[in-house]
């Protein structure tokens, strides 16, 4: 990662404008790559050799702030980049951009291709990437890191009352349904029944119905945290009844069996 920063900023030609917009524009998704703190660090110190800004559009900055409510892997980043835009305006500039577009992206290429002499985009997302290349723009690419094989994740519809973690019926209970899973028993998370303590190696099915599949997950919790507690096992898109034999486990095909039975799905056969 700071190689690629480092020879993008050798290879960098950003000229002031009249409305004193020049510098680089930072994307959401800088928040998954590694080394943030050292990229940050790179990106002040080229902005006090050239004068350059850190832009956050208004775009971005609703973008990091509900990442940064949602305690997810990539929250606290999110709320790292907001404190120092915060603290630091000396190398941080929020800039109000017009939100005539559907996609927040197109409204930061906008922004962008508005500006093109004067700033470049920073992004971790491949398909921004391109797009402002084809416009023209300045742009460095971020590699994510690499996938980790049952990822760290938060649980779902948790909450924390004292030391206990439960998981409640806050879900739509038409499109989601939650099972509980343990070496002896299987329950199912109610509107009528109250909240479930969770334990440590606790395994939790969620099955969640969208426009032409059953998104599927099964989580492992490995923490009692309310953040950051759970891995990720198992996770398919099922748009069939044959992606549902095709499951490796009994009783995830007894639970999706389940879920479309009870709430009268159908998929394609």
């Known amino acids: ?32 790559i590694q080394n943030q703190r050292e990229l940050f660090e790179r990106l ?18 609703d973008e990091l702030d509900l990442l940064q409510k949602r305690n997810i892997e990539n929250s ?11 603290n630091d305006s000396l190398h941080f500039k929020a800039i109000e951009v017009d939100k005539e577009f559907a996609l927040a ?15 470049a985009l920073l992004t971790a997302d491949k398909a921004m990437y391109l797009k402002a290349n084809a416009k023209g723009i300045q742009t460095c690419y971020f590699y994510p890191p690499p996938y980790i094989q049952n990822p760290i ?21 038409i499109s989601t349904a939650v099972r509980i899973v343990s070496d002896t028993f299987e329950y199912d998370i109610l509107k ?8 440590i190696g606790d395994n939790v099915f969620i ?14 919790m490995i923490s009692l945290n309310d953040t950051i507690n759970c891995i990720v096992k198992y996770h398919k898109r099922i748009y069939s009844m ?19 039975s009870i709430r009268g799905l159908n998929l394609q056969n």
């Open 105 to 119: 992206d197109d409204c930061i290429l906008n922004f962008c291709n508005e500006h093109k002499k004067s700033v």
């Open 192 to 199: 009528s029944r109250e909240p479930y303590e969770l334990h």
């Open 44 to 61: 002040i110190e080229a902005c006090d050799k050239s004068g350059l800004k850190i832009i956050l559009t208004t775009v971005t900055i």
């Open 153 to 173: 994740r938060t649980l779902y519809y948790t909450k924390k009352e004292g030391d206990r973690l439960l998981i409640a019926p806050t879900f739509d209970p």
């Open 242 to 260: 044959y992606d549902i034999e095709l499951l490796p486990q009994g009783n995830y095909k007894s639970f999706i069996n389940d879920f479309l």
């Open 76 to 86: 606290q980043n999110a709320r790292n980049i907001l404190n120092s835009a915060v």
């Open 1 to 32: 990662m700071l190689s690629t920063i480092t020879n993008f900023l050798q290879n960098l030609d950003i000229q002031g404008n009249e409305n004193n917009i020049a510098g680089f524009v930072i994307d959401t998704s800088i928040c998954g």
């Open 207 to 220: 099955a969640k119905s969208k426009k032409n599949y059953v998104s599927f997950y099964h989580f492992r």
